[in-house]
């Protein structure tokens, strides 16, 4: 669905360039994810990807297709989420689905039914001017899914939303890629990306550090932890112990034969853990 060799980007008048020759390719029905702190370089990748930004060097590809040959036709194939919202703020929620509805040859979706999937129907009259930032971003969301692209671009979807929602909002990323559907997702939620993602890649300076599904990159690079608590003379104590030798760890075995446990609890390492140890930096 996309294939990027040595992609290299610089913003006019900057020094260096932002991307620093990116390589990767999205298979369909994957959701590929885009993992690195404020500034790496994620949101530049979209824009190029969905033909934003040119002047690039290195080949792009989407959809079969060479990014430097799609016009605004690239439009009707996928879908777009910004990072940050870009809506008609006079016109109400509604009014602008229904506008971007109007745009497409094909039959799109009811607005209705997706201002109701992402719990803004009751808005629906309201100016998008009177939303919060949280509403307009859920109302960007549906807007990418309005005609059921087989490819999503989905910049930080769920930065800025409270719990609940942005539970529900992966709930129905998880429900496209069931039906098959192929996604960017660039983020620096590191949960999200672990529960969403079948593959990251480590974005850090414009580079990518490595490639893998969060899955095997936690057990290959991450160090499996045992927390546990115990009690001497009623007062508690905590302490972690490395998973592996712990049979031979004298101080751990001595807390299991004063009988003193209270608690032990294995730890996985997190995809920030390793994130951190690639690339000796935090995704904050
Ligand atoms: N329009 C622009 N002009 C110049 N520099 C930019 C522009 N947009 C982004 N940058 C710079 O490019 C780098 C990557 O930005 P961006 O792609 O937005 O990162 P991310 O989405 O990972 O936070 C940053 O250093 C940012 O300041
Ligand atoms: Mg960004």
């Not at 016009?71 to 009014?95: A, C, D, K, R, W």
């Not at 949960?191 to 593959?199: F, P, S």
């Not at 049979?247 to 608690?263: A, G, S, V």
Request: aromatic residues 8%; hydrophobic residues 35%.
């Amino acid at each position: 669905m996309i294939d990027v060799h040595n992609l290299v980007f610089s913003y006019p008048k900057q020094p260096k360039p932002t991307l620093k020759g990116l390589n990767f390719r999205i298979e369909e029905g994957e959701i590929f994810g885009f993992l690195g702190p404020s500034g790496a370089g994620k949101s530049t990748t979209q824009k190029i990807l969905i033909g934003l930004l040119k002047g690039y060097q290195g080949e792009v590809s989407i959809l079969n297709r060479d990014a430097r040959d799609w016009g605004t036709e690239i439009y009707s194939e996928v879908g777009v989420g910004f990072e940050l919202p870009n809506h008609f703020s006079q016109l109400t929620g509604i009014e602008n689905l229904k506008l971007f509805s109007s745009l497409y040859r094909k039959k799109t979706r009811d607005p209705m039914e997706l201002l109701e999937l992402v719990g803004i129907a009751d808005a629906a009259e309201q100016r998008v001017k009177n939303y919060s930032k949280g509403m307009a971003m859920r109302l960007n969301f549906v807007r990418a899914l309005l005609h059921d692209p087989r490819l999503l671009f989905l910049d930080e979807p769920t930065a800025g939303l409270d719990p609940a929602n942005a539970r529900n909002l992966k709930d129905i990323i998880l429900e496209q890629k069931r039906a098959r559907k192929t996604i960017f997702l660039t983020t620096h939620n590191m949960h999200d990306a672990d529960e969403l993602c079948d593959r990251v890649a480590f974005l850090v300076d414009g580079e990518i550090k490595l490639i893998d599904a969060p899955r095997s990159l936690r057990l290959a690079k991450g160090q499996k932890q045992v927390r546990v608590e115990y009690t001497i003379d009623e007062t508690q104590h905590q302490e972690t112990f490395d998973l592996r030798g712990l049979r031979n760890n004298q101080e751990f075995m001595k807390i299991l034969e004063t009988d003193t446990l209270q608690t032990i609890h294995s730890q996985e390492a997190t995809l920030e853990d390793v994130f951190i140890r690639t690339t000796g930096r935090s995704l904050q």
